[in-house]
């Protein structure tokens, strides 16, 4: 059973709003990683780390950013939302590197930005 | 640029079998997975190959052909519970996942 939560499920907020969207995962995992996923499209990487104190950027430009200070925490901030960032966003963890193993998904935080 | 190409959507009949095809163009290759999706929730995991052949898991069952850029999720002896989105995800030369749109299952009674 997978053990990776994030908060809110579903927020709704106005432009120009700072918003952090929270991970975490009790499986001790050094591999996390953050999607982005329209309804009906492809999963699009925006961050990924490979443990403590590592962040890097994936291939989908993104104006968030985000912090590994914990291993089990993997937060995503929004400086200043905009309704384009409407979408779902989707955190997940591996014990190793994907190509060891599956990811692990937490259910999601869905943001609306008015 | 790197593609992944699946059906939008595929309808099949409770009891009865499907095949949903995946055929990827990517830089390099170094595996290719199955997610299940259900509406409203999280990926999760059902297959890895990284052989050419045939995976079987149960009712489920994963092709992969790299010569031909091509797999297959075959899903057997279907139940209401398995309508879902299904996502194919290749690995490419630098270790990401590039991931399809997903084909949304629909089962019918």
């Known amino acids: 059973e997978a053990d990776i939560y994030q908060t809110p499920r579903y927020l709704v907020i106005g432009t120009g709003k700072k918003i952090t969207l929270e991970c975490s995962q009790t499986m001790g995992h050094d591999k996390m990683y953050w999607y982005q996923q329209d309804p009906g499209m492809e999963l699009h990487l925006i961050h990924y780390?490979?443990?403590?104190?590592?962040?890097e950027k994936g291939d989908l430009s993104s104006e968030s950013t985000v912090s590994r200070i914990r291993t089990e925490h993997f937060p995503l901030t929004l400086e200043s939302a905009r309704p384009s960032h409407t979408s779902q966003y989707l955190c997940a963890s591996s014990e190793g590197g994907v190509d060891t193993g599956e990811l692990f998904f937490g259910e999601g935080s869905r943001l609306t930005v008015l | 640029g790197q593609n992944i190409d699946q059906p939008t959507e595929m309808t099949a009949t409770e009891g009865a079998i499907v095949q949903i095809n995946c055929t990827y163009q990517?830089?390099?290759?170094?595996?290719l997975f199955w997610y299940q999706q259900h509406a409203g929730e999280a990926p999760t995991f059902l297959s890895y190959?990284?052989l050419d052949g045939l995976e079987e898991k149960g009712r489920f069952s994963s092709f992969l052909s790299r010569s031909k850029g091509y797999s297959y999720l075959l899903l057997k002896e279907l139940q209401m519970k398995d309508s879902a989105s299904y996502l194919c995800?290749?690995?490419?030369?630098?270790?990401?996942?590039?991931w399809g749109a997903g084909t949304k299952l629909i089962i019918k009674p």
């Open positions: 780390s490979y443990g403590v104190n590592s962040t």
């Open positions: 190959n990284v």
């Open positions: 990517t830089s390099g290759f170094n595996g």
């Open positions: 995800a290749v690995l490419d030369s630098n270790y990401q996942l590039i």
